[in-house]
């Protein structure tokens, strides 16, 4: 079969199947070959991956992962889209399509039967409405993942990204960049997409670290430290600890614990870097 990716056939197929595009499942198909080029690249697929796909659509990025992993699971929310997939999958026997919600998916049980446990590479065009809980999903549970490749929201992509000190950066950064290291593969302007987003988009890759970036005593109080600095992002970092209903700690722990770490009493949350945050952590964690 011809491929999906182009305008001409993407519209045929979804007119021959009288298929109406659903915006709560953030359905925005890709047209443009140079863009999935470019996706499965940056993924690095070869023919010993095995590769879980989220939100396949019509199969236009599938055709591609097919060709050049050596098995695809394909997981696809929209009942709608799954005889479409069959018949645009149909010469491809390497591929295997489940209709479920991703969130609701056993993805361990799924690596451990398709691919005997070992680490599986995640690509897909992400429905940009839950883009955070699949990612990070993926990145806290213990599944064995090496590598997220995914087209998401450009906003989102830059502050995956984002170091400190820049607008960019904040819980997302630091969340992401503990469990793997970002790179923007490339930005996706709306045209490369029918129906159009009213977003710009782009692709990046996270390679799972093999240990998190930095070690710390308590994950959890880390995180809850890092959530209370950037939800009150105008205040002083001790101001924001303070004021959080998730945190206990008293003006002057939180002021012993600054000046234990070398900080100033008035220094930013959005100034520190993770292994600030996690000597913060430590600091007043005991
Ligand atoms: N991969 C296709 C492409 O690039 O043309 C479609 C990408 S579209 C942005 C997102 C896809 O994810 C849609 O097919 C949508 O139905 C599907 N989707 C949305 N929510 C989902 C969920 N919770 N679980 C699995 N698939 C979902």
Redesign the pocket.
Known sequence: MEKLANPQKTIEMIQKNHFNF?KR??????IDAHVLEKIIAAAGITKKDFVL??????G???QYLAEAAREVTA????RN?IPILEETLAEYGNVTVIH????KVDIAALVKEKNGGQPIKVV?????Y?TTPIVMGLLESAVPVESITV?VQKEVALRMQAGPGTRDYGALSLAVQYYAEPYLAANVPPNCFIPRPGVGSAVIRLTRRQEPAVTVRDEKLMFSLIRASFGQRRKTLANGLKNSPELHFSKEQIAAALAGIGLAGNVRGETLTLSQFAALSDALGG
């Open positions: 659903q499942y953030g359905q925005n198909f890709l796909e989220i939100g396949p659509g019509i236009t990025m599938t997981v696809e929310i929209d889209l479920q919600d991703i969130l897909g065009n992400l429905p940009y839950i087209m």
